[in-house]
């Protein structure tokens, strides 16, 4: 559900809602317009456009971190549940085989023993079909796990720059040279 939700946000055509850096900044930007004429009105105008810009890097963090973990992870987790569905009928088969194969065991006659035979070649053969399918997903499954440790470790980078970018910009709003009021 959670993940539908981001899914659903992301993929839109329209933009993200404003997050929190970005609200501030339109706040400030508001504010400025206001007093644009004072220094304080200048320096909201200022760092309004610089909390802004943080959320844009935000927003492109969110983007990336969609596409290059989210969405594989979504992929990967309905796989999974595909794979545990065919266990399960794996399992009911082998019980299936295991009942045929004690019907065959217990049988009076020779010639009841031979008709239940039939329903054992049944059973073995749908199993073994179901064991082979199986074991293919979960051979793919192997693979896939590898490659969901490239997209976890693709996640790790797209955070580590969304952080150096709204870190730079935060230096770099710190160090702007805003218009400061003299104190009488």
């Given amino acids: 559900e959670v993940f539908k939700s981001v899914s659903s946000g992301i993929n839109a055509e329209w933009p993200l809602r404003p997050g929190y850096t970005e ?40 983007k990336n971190a969609y596409i290059k973990f989210v969405k594989p992870f979504m992929e990967a987790a309905a796989k999974e549940g595909a794979i545990n ?3 399960r009928t794996l399992t009911a088969l082998r019980l299936d085989l ?10 009076k006659t020779a010639e009841e023993m031979k008709d239940l035979e039939g329903f ?25 796990n590898a490659e969901m440790v490239v997209h976890v470790e693709d996640l790790a980078k797209v ?26």
């Fill in 98 to 107: 295991d009942a045929a194969k004690n019907r065959v065991r217990n049988a």
């Fill in 159 to 184: 955070q580590v720059e969304y952080f150096k970018a709204a870190h730079e910009l935060a230096v770099e709003m710190e160090k702007k040279k805003v218009p400061t009021a003299t104190l009488r």
């Fill in 23 to 62: 609200q501030l900044g339109i706040c400030m930007l508001n504010a400025g317009s206001d007093m644009s004429s004072s220094d304080y009105g200048q320096a909201l105008l200022i760092m309004g456009d610089y909390e802004n810009r943080i959320g844009e890097s935000e927003h492109k963090m969110i």
């Fill in 85 to 87: 569905s065919e266990r």
């Fill in 120 to 144: 054992v070649d049944e059973a073995q053969k749908k199993f073994d079909e179901q064991y082979e399918i199986t074991r293919e997903m979960l051979e793919d499954r192997d693979v896939k």
